[in-house]
């Protein structure tokens, strides 16, 4: 029997706190017909269970070809953007995440480790000499972000702050947004191409370069030039502002949560800990990349017909009372393992390792360099992006004293990590 219950409104009102929002939406029914921003019929998981296991069912595709229907602005970036993993299943999703899955090895991320870094030191510096009143987000989440995820690709330093430009119009809430966006998105498809082909005459120590030499190798894996720019618009995209989002919320979480920080600065919680569950807590992935069923399935109590969009809610799983012991509540001591902060399945980020080493050396170092950090002004005046997809902070004001170097426990010490959560279904 159809559900008779009006499909839920994901606008404003939603996105205005989406943690409570999807605590109400569980609280009805775990899969639920939606309406979209920008007008299409979607269903919408929110529990753990069906969300992880949707995640990796190949019955859900992200190529849309299996789309039944469109909303007003479509489902996917312009064509010359669109060839990347997001948009693609196997035997072509294989073949491109074989090629990235070679640059974010344990091994391969762990030399970025010195070079990451020395950026933080040089942007804590900064702050260190200015003194007073800082922006986390400003001064150092989004320039360490930008610098990794620029070095990782090869884009020269003069071209990066259009990148921040294009990456923040793209998560805009602007009434004029979406126009604003395709040109965005016009620009780096530009700019793109022409490094790509720039590197193609002189290639350099990156990834970009190393994923063309993949396509010009006769017995190599074929990556077509929409393939080489969409893939580069991708990681640029998504490590940017995910790992940018990652380190502010860290943050804020510890801030916010003194006896924790404590700990971490005592040794009694190490980085590790606080990462994976400031992951859980408010991952700034919200959504999965929207999939499509090709054919007729059913999600709990739901039954999805061919062709309509599913939307899985990472958020909404991270905070399901049926899989984690209070699960609104901040508690690094807790056991993470599952979280779904970066996906399950086969579209699991391939860039995870990155960000964590990102996230531990800022934080670290952060709260090290400035003993007594504090935020600025009550939490609830704090500004969040209004996106269905991603949720960051605009802004994080802290106060800072310049002054004495305080030592934090390495990544070797042992975790402490008692039964905090339900087992995995």
Known sequence: MPDPRPPVLLDESFQADPHA?????????????????????????????????????????LNKAH?????????????????????????????????????????RTEQFRQSTQTVTDQLLDRLAARGGHADIVADLAIPLSLTVISNLLGIPEHDRPDFRSWTDTLHSPAPDAAVRSREAMREMHHFLAELIERKRDAPGDDLLSALIDEHTHPDGPCLSRAELVSMAFLLLFGGYHNSAGLISTTVLALLSHPVHLAALRSGELTMDQVTEEALRWNSPAMLAVRRFATQDIRIGEAAICEGERVWLAWASANRDPDRFVTPETFDPTRDTRGHLAFGHGPHYCPGASLARLENEIAVTSLVRRFPELSLVGPVSELRWTTSLRNRSLRELPVSMERGRTRTLPTRSTPRRRPARTKPVP
Request: proline share 9%; charged share 20%.
């Open 67 to 107: 789309a039944k229907t469109a909303g007003r602005h479509g489902d996917s970036m312009p064509p010359e953007l669109d060839a990347h993993l997001l948009n693609t299943d196997p035997p072509t999703h294989t073949r491109l995440r074989r090629l990235v899955n070679s640059a974010f090895t344990g091994q």
């Open 21 to 61: 929002s999807y605590a109400a939406l569980r609280g009805t029914t775990a899969t639920l017909r939606a309406l979209a921003p920008d007008g299409a019929p979607v269903w919408l998981v929110t529990s753990y269970h069906d969300v992880r296991a949707s995640a990796a069912d190949p019955r859900l595709s």
